[in-house]
């Protein structure tokens, strides 16, 4: 319930929908009650009344000519259209549908990369690229389990920031502790190529098959405007 | 809408001769100056023709946008000048030609009139003064009678938004014009 003793500022913030009776009946006895005790606000509601009449009966001035657009205006217009701009609709669910996809492909990864992750550390870190080994094999808790291998190596990294750590952790997370030496890597890698490749999916085949759908929908989407226009 | 969305100029035109009272106006009001608001309602309209494949809802509101945001570039690229200026000097019948702004109205007594063209001058004076985002809303609400809807749309921001920058704008045009109105309404009793 609001009490009959609005401030002023209360009064103003609420002027135009008062106005153009937008207030709920409670705030509109409140405005009133405030306004039949208070000169000044009255006046400076009255004179907002005004205002917005002078406003509305502003004359609508004439142009100087017509916009309308000349054959050879509208074919420069044509020349200069932005390719852009049609294909928006389906560049956009293109993204979208990438962004599925990427997603997917990384849960279902990691669903089906646990149980084969939890193979005995030498075999892991046979799979891991020969480039990472001897920074994983200078861990101090290579073969403890994931968090406290987690930690030492990021200070091992050097130079490594705290979203390469996450990275990292998340990784050492989802394959429990033998699959460990492989976790801290410095940079961010596409979930397939953290894990053995074979009997999966490659990371880049969703990608190259959406871009090569997203290709034929906006030609398909070109032609048909095209045809549009001509007929 | 749909023809001129298939690239039919004739049915484009249509729309322009419909909506370029609109977008003119929105310009004029929005520059004070009747050239430059001729090169942005021209410009907007090419702009439109352009774009139009891209178009998904109501012609009006979406043509409403490109004319503002010319005008917000217009503006800009004006700034040095400042429009304030330029409108201060329509005073003297220099920069805006009182005929384009509405400002004389042969239809009342000279007392009357006087004080009519006076009020429209300290309105479109007061108008230049404002920042642009509230000028854009009191223009498109107030002076073309877009809807809040419309206005939301054209601006792209929430309604809730776009009502109390109305609202603030209101109430520093009534500051610039309070003596104005007031003589106004002592005129009218």
């Not at chain 1, 990472?132 to 994931?146: D, H, K, N, Q, V």
């Amino acid at each position: 319930m609001i009490g009959r003793d609005v401030p002023h500022g209360w009064v103003r913030e609420r002027c135009s929908a008062y106005l153009s009776g937008e207030l709920a009946d409670a705030e509109r006895q409140a405005f009133e009650s405030h306004l039949a005790g208070c000169a000044t606000c009255r006046a400076e509601v009255r004179e907002v009344d005004q205002l917005v009449a002078a406003l509305r009966s502003l004359p609508i001035p004439m142009p100087p000519c017509t916009f309308e657009l000349t054959p050879a205006q509208a074919a420069q217009a044509e020349r200069h259209r932005s390719w852009l701009w049609p294909l928006l609709p389906s560049l956009a669910s293109g993204m979208a549908t990438l962004l599925f996809l990427v997603v997917l492909v990384d849960v279902g990864g990691q669903v089906v990369g646990a149980p084969r992750a939890s193979a005995p550390a030498p075999a892991a870190a046979q799979a891991t690229a020969p480039g990472t080994e001897p920074r994983s094999l200078r861990a101090p808790a290579a073969g403890a389990p994931a968090p406290a291998a987690a930690q030492p190596a990021a200070p091992q990294a050097g130079k490594s920031t705290a979203s390469d750590s996450a990275v990292a952790q998340n990784t050492s997370n989802a394959t429990t502790a033998p699959a460990q030496p492989a976790a801290p890597m410095p940079i961010f890698m596409p979930p397939a190529m953290r894990r053995p490749a074979e009997g999966r999916l490659a990371w880049e085949a969703p990608l190259l098959l959406v871009l090569a759908g997203t290709a034929v929908a906006s030609w398909a989407w070109r032609r048909r405007t095209r045809r549009r226009s001509l007929g | 809408m749909a023809e001129a969305q298939r690239g039919n100029l004739g049915a484009f035109n249509e729309l322009v001769r419909r909506h370029q009272g609109t977008a003119y106006a929105i310009a004029l009001r929005m520059t004070g100056d009747e050239d430059l608001a001729a090169d942005i309602a021209q410009d907007a309209f090419i702009a439109a023709y352009q774009r139009i494949t891209s178009l998904r809802g109501v012609f009006r509101p979406w043509l409403c946008r490109i004319v503002v945001n010319g005008c917000y570039d217009a503006l800009r690229k004006r700034k040095p000048e400042v429009s304030l200026e330029s409108l201060q000097d329509a005073d003297d019948g220099h920069s805006i030609g009182e005929q384009a702004l509405g400002l004389a109205d042969p239809s009342q007594g000279p007392e009357d009139r006087a004080l009519q063209a006076e009020l429209r001058r300290g309105l479109q004076r007061a108008l230049a003064s404002l920042p642009e985002g509230q000028r854009a809303v009191v223009v498109l609400v107030d002076v073309q009678g877009l809807s809040y809807q419309e206005a939301a749309e054209a601006l792209r921001c929430e309604l809730g938004t776009l009502k109390s920058r109305l609202n603030r704008a209101r109430l520093r045009l009534r500051g610039e014009l309070s003596g104005l109105l007031g003589r106004q309404q002592q005129g009218e009793q």
